[in-house]
């Protein structure tokens, strides 16, 4: 993991004193609420519905057991308990004080955390797959460039008030498990024929309410101008991105109205003036942010012997052997295994994890896994390098505390923003229709049977919650006060990205598990084998899904 | 008179601004004396102006450097405008005055950005501060323009980005 420098440390120590002040300028009048706004804002600190939110950055998704101790202590001591692992890797407070938050940032300054960026009209923390540096089908580790990134987006002095927030999300695999395309700026490291390390730039992908898949821009960058390529497409947004209307302000519009073709022209004529000037990475950078991501002691495993006997103890332990299944995924060193932690057990809020949680995985990850874990997009927690001589008691050590439930990837491993029970922007509470959805699809034989299905909800369009890349997607809207729920299908967010149909008319909460219920037999009853929910809707289009879900009672 | 942030220190602000005008730029009176025209005047009254060398010009934030190009360099003084603090787009047009078009007088922000912005604009390359609130505590305001004193970016300040210079 990156190790912070004295440079680093003085960068994060002056930041919580300038906000330090600013807090106390703010509670002494001497700034106004409009002009606090955006500056609590850039430290990832809204007011939220019921009491102020806290945004911590979790760069990329890495965190050491250290730093989840920490945030076990923050838990526990300013806040109620609990916090909540968001949907683009943060970690979430939503009950801290605001007087109290510039002392929360000077204890996570301590162990190299900040929440710089996390929320505001600025670049925001750099996300990346969760499996990253383990992956089976990785072609490079994208962290040491996340971590690039990082650096040269934390307090840029041009882009520090841009026309509306800005996501970066880097992969290096075959398989996209980032989501890039759905994100402001998209990066696929890729190499080329003279195996050369290079990125393909993907352009205004987002959510929201104008959701967009991204264009492809530029084929091959070589990855020294990483940097001077960033500093263009922000140079272009910054100044030509709409500000007169905030929900026209991402830079997808700007992308849409001038079309993919002559932003990418506009990008690369600004970029002619940039290029080759000192932001061009040096082999030295690329190395020393390659240092900090070598491999850690990996032990020369018998990889047969030890599969033989995991395949013996899944035989005789059935619950072990779906947690196999569902949770523990290949890795590119024989004898290890990434595990997927599920924070989505029947009655949790999706992503929510205690102080006591936390500190289990602090230490579930000192034992198995180098002291490191990461966050995920889909709001869970992988533990990433586990012996598989270890995964039996690992598993047995996880399902005491909580999280060995073995729903990953199913119906069940729910995305689900904080919705109206927390969030202000809310239209329509999430929490609970995720639940509800749970309780419909108990049972797991059932729930395996029916594969990989992507259930995402937001409670509004602004869509937190990921619905419009859901293979079924949920939406919360309000009608005339009460809550009602907008059902899409057939987004996904992987290579094949592609944004959900909206079905029909919305559904009262309570109808929504039973609806649900009707999709996914309509799935059932027309899939081939091997076919995902996915596949199936894409070759039979929603007509039969409407048809069943709209029937009149007869 | 009215103070602003110069160079580090409070001083007299001395040049007086030219508002956008409402009739037709070249019908505008441009007084004798230190003068910050909009650009409007400025391109119709260039061939007046520019004989005297105590005109400045002001571009707002949806004017881009480009359209002063050749005129920079002979400039003493160029504002950027911020209508509104939230309106970032004067952060770049700071740095291409500087880094690429030469400009090396006073580039003075206007208009109304914040102190808390002061340190982000320094590093953009602004050198003078003047707040349209006139209430600003100018002597707290200087606080603010070192409330960073290291960074990670390539910058006007320091065109040397972090990774260049780390030991």
Request: some cysteine; aromatic content about 10%; glycine content about 6%.
């Amino acid at each position: 993991m990156y190790i912070y420098d004295e440079y680093d440390h003085t960068i994060l120590r002056q930041r919580v004193a300038q906000f330090r002040d600013q807090t106390q300028r703010f509670l002494s009048g001497d700034l106004t609420p409009e002009q606090f706004l955006p500056l609590r804002l850039q430290n990832g600190l809204y007011i939220q519905r019921l009491a102020p939110m806290l945004r911590i950055s979790v760069p990329y998704g890495m965190i050491n057991s250290t730093q989840l101790r920490r945030m076990a202590h923050i838990a526990r001591h300013y806040d109620k308990g609990y916090c909540h692992v968001s949907t683009r890797q943060n970690i979430q407070f939503h009950w801290p004080d605001l007087t109290e938050v510039p002392d929360i940032l000077a204890e996570l300054a301590e162990v190299q955390m900040h929440s710089t960026q996390t929320s505001g009209n600025c670049i925001r923390n750099t996300t990346s797959d969760q499996f990253a540096g383990v992956a089976e089908d990785e072609i490079v580790d994208p962290r040491p460039y996340c971590e690039i990134i990082r650096q040269w987006s934390t307090l840029h002095p041009e882009f520090a008030f841009l026309p509306r927030k800005f996501k970066i999300a880097v992969t290096g695999s075959q398989q996209d498990r980032a989501a890039i395309l759905v994100h402001d700026i998209g990066l696929q490291i890729v190499l080329n024929d003279a195996g050369e390390v290079g990125f393909r730039v993907f352009v205004g992908g987002g959510l929201g309410r104008t959701p967009a898949i991204a264009s492809l821009i530029r084929e091959f960058l070589p990855q020294e101008h990483l940097l001077s390529y960033l500093e263009a497409i922000l140079r272009i947004y910054n100044q030509s991105g709409r500000r007169d209307n905030k929900f026209k302000a991402r830079i997808k519009i700007l992308v849409r109205a001038i079309t993919p073709e002559v932003f990418a022209q506009r990008v690369e004529a600004e970029w002619e003036h940039l290029k080759d000037g000192y932001n061009t990475l040096t082999q030295k950078e690329i190395d020393r942010a390659k240092s900090f991501f070598t491999e850690p002691p990996y032990e020369t495993i018998d990889a047969a012997a030890v599969q033989a006997e995991v395949d013996a103890l899944a035989a005789e332990h059935l619950a072990f052997s779906k947690w196999l299944q569902r949770n523990v995924t290949g890795h590119r060193i024989p004898g290890y295994a990434a595990v997927t932690l599920s924070l989505k057990r029947t009655g949790v809020a999706p992503g929510d994890i205690t102080d006591h949680q936390l500190e289990v995985i602090a230490d579930l990850a000192d034992e198995f896994s180098f002291s490191e874990a990461r966050t995920t997009h889909e709001q869970n927690i992988v533990l990433a390098d586990i012996k598989k001589s270890d995964l039996f008691t690992f598993w047995q050590k996880a399902k005491a505390a909580g999280f060995a439930t073995p729903n990953i990837g199913t119906i069940n491993d729910i995305i689900c923003c904080p919705g109206g029970d927390f969030c202000s922007l809310a239209n329509a509470k999430s929490i609970p229709i995720a639940e509800a959805i749970q309780r419909q699809f108990e049972d797991m034989d059932y729930v395996y049977d029916l594969g990989a299905i992507d259930l995402n909800i937001s409670g509004c369009m602004n869509a937190c919650g990921h619905h419009h890349v859901g293979h079924i997607g949920i939406l919360g809207v309000d009608k005339k006060g009460a809550e009602f729920y907008q059902v899409q299908l057939g987004g996904r967010s992987d290579n094949d990205a592609a944004l959900g149909d909206v079905l029909g008319p919305s559904f009262g909460a309570d109808e929504m598990p039973a609806v649900i219920q009707k999709v996914v037999d309509v799935y059932v009853e027309n899939r081939t084998e091997e076919e995902l929910f996915v596949d199936t809707y894409r070759r039979i289009g929603a007509a039969p899904f409407k048809e069943r879900v709209y029937a009149k009672a007869s | 008179m009215p103070k602003l942030v110069k160079d580090g220190a409070i001083v007299e602000n001395t040049w007086t601004l030219i508002e956008k005008p409402e009739a037709e730029a070249d019908k505008v009176n441009v007084p004798a004396g230190q003068v910050i025209v909009p650009l409007c005047i400025w391109q119709a009254q260039k061939a007046q102006l520019e004989t005297r060398t105590d005109v400045g010009v002001w571009l707002d934030s949806d004017e881009t450097p480009d359209s002063l190009a050749d005129d920079v360099t002979r400039l003493p003084l160029i504002g950027v405008n911020f209508p509104g603090f939230m309106d970032g787009r004067s952060f770049s047009t700071a740095r291409l005055l500087r880094e690429r078009y030469g400009f090396t007088g006073e580039l003075r922000a206007i208009g109304h950005f914040i102190r808390d912005q002061m340190c982000y604009l320094r590093r953009c390359g602004v050198n003078a501060f003047a707040f349209a609130n006139e209430e600003t505590d100018l002597e707290a305001a200087l606080k603010s323009l070192n409330d960073f004193t290291e960074y990670h970016q390539a910058s006007v300040d320091q065109p040397l980005p972090l990774f260049r210079r780390r030991a």
